[in-house]
């Protein structure tokens, strides 16, 4: 059976009615047990938690260092191009927004990872719009063939792939495949994705167990907080992430909690993930999960992210760019204005949405980063707090 069978099943509607009538004994009651249930977590995410979140990050800084030390591991995300033929309201990307996009060539891509790998990244998670014409199966491979004879450990953020194709990611060096469902919420999904081949939500959700069935030793998965209520959300994820444990138990699961940002075409949140409801997010999910990966982006703020570093995350970002070339340029000669998806002539001085002043390129990015430090900054701040900054937690050669 796969995912999308057993989540047509989930009795989510009751286990939020669960969640928000849980009172602070059941609450607990939970937190003495050392395995635990959906209906647990539940309990963990509750209105009834917040009130033992002191308790809960003490619990989840202790399990994290228990499984994993006191590291956390840095990658970067390296964006290919931002073409789209989805039509996402939330997304930056989306086809119908008037932005300035480019595609890298290959040589560019390379260009880009050996500027992140002068900084000291040795993992890479390669990101790309959807769209046929630019990135095609062939592109991706060869960009990761490009890579893989430099870089450990490449992952990749892309349009949902067949088997087969992403067989073929795995054949040319990739390990990791990361896939936000966006929303696990069908109605919401609907009305988000207006046009494009990811209007199909079963097709997105199946695509975890189609990439562990290719090989990706890494599996990477999470809901956009902004979309449906917060905690249909996380029981969802939750749902999910115990899923692929039972079923694609060789891989890796990491998962992430990325809160939308403001971006091109100017999405406003439908509903809000506030900080202090992150917190005890990140610590419900560490408690249900000991042993999974957790991950924190730049979509934070430098100070909320100097708080959760501790609290159960496990692999962050830093110095990060969201726009093809950020990180030297590249593709610049070649930026080209889309509206509603057809090419239009650029016009002199033309600049993108929100244009900042530290890009490399004019081209768009997919949302806006909060924290900008330098990835130099950030490990030291990691070292400060006692923790290790890891750069290179994988080679091929272990294989």
């Not at 595609?103 to 990244?121: H, I, M, N, P, W």
């Not at 209007?199 to 695509?207: M, P, V």
Request: with cysteine; aromatic share 8%; net charge negative.
């Amino acid at each position: 059976m796969s995912f999308v069978a057993e989540f047509n099943s989930l009795p989510l509607e009751a286990l939020l009615r669960q969640s928000s009538s849980a009172t602070p004994a059941q609450v607990q009651a939970v937190l003495s047990k050392n395995e635990l249930s959906l209906g647990d977590f539940a309990q963990l995410i509750s209105p009834a938690a917040s009130e033992s979140l002191e308790t809960l990050s003490r619990r989840s800084q202790q399990i994290t260092q228990q499984r994993f030390g006191k590291v956390i591991r840095f990658f970067a995300p390296l964006y290919l191009s931002n073409e789209c033929i989805n039509n996402c309201t939330y997304c930056g990307f989306s086809r119908d927004n008037a932005i300035l996009r480019v595609t890298l060539s290959v040589d560019e891509v390379v260009s880009e990872a050996r500027a992140l790998k002068e900084q000291g990244f040795r993992n890479i998670l390669l990101v790309a719009g959807e769209h046929p014409k630019f990135v095609s199966n062939g592109y991706m491979a060869e960009c990761v063939r490009a890579l893989h004879e430099e870089i450990p450990s490449v992952s990749l953020e892309v349009g949902p792939m067949e088997s087969e194709d992403y067989r073929h990611m795995v054949e040319a060096g990739a390990d990791g495949l990361v896939a936000y469902q966006e929303t696990y919420d069908r109605k919401i999904y609907g009305e988000m994705h207006t046009a494009g081949p990811k209007r199909n939500f079963d097709w997105r959700l199946e695509t975890p167990e189609r990439a562990y069935q290719a090989g990706f030793r890494r599996l990477g998965i999470g809901a956009l907080f902004g979309l449906a209520d917060w905690r249909l959300e996380a029981l969802s994820v939750a749902a999910h992430a115990d899923y692929l444990l039972r079923n694609c138990w060789r891989a890796q699961i990491t998962i992430s909690f990325p809160r939308l940002r403001p971006c091109a075409g100017e999405f406003q949140p439908l509903t809000h993930l506030q900080d202090r409801e992150l917190v005890q997010l990140i610590c419900a999910f560490r408690l249900m999960f000991p042993d999974v990966g957790l991950v924190l982006s730049t979509r934070e703020s430098a100070k909320l992210r100097n708080g959760l570093f501790p609290l159960g995350i496990t692999m962050i970002s830093a110095g990060s760019h969201t726009e093809p070339g950020g990180y030297t340029g590249a593709g610049k000669e070649k930026i080209h204005q889309t509206v509603r998806g057809r090419i239009v002539e650029l016009a002199a001085g033309s600049s993108e949405w929100a244009p900042m002043a530290n890009k490399a390129t004019n081209a768009t990015g997919q949302f806006d980063i909060a924290d900008d430090r330098s990835p130099t900054e950030v490990a030291a701040l990691i070292s400060k707090l006692g923790y290790e900054p890891v750069w290179k937690d994988w080679d091929a050669a272990l294989a």
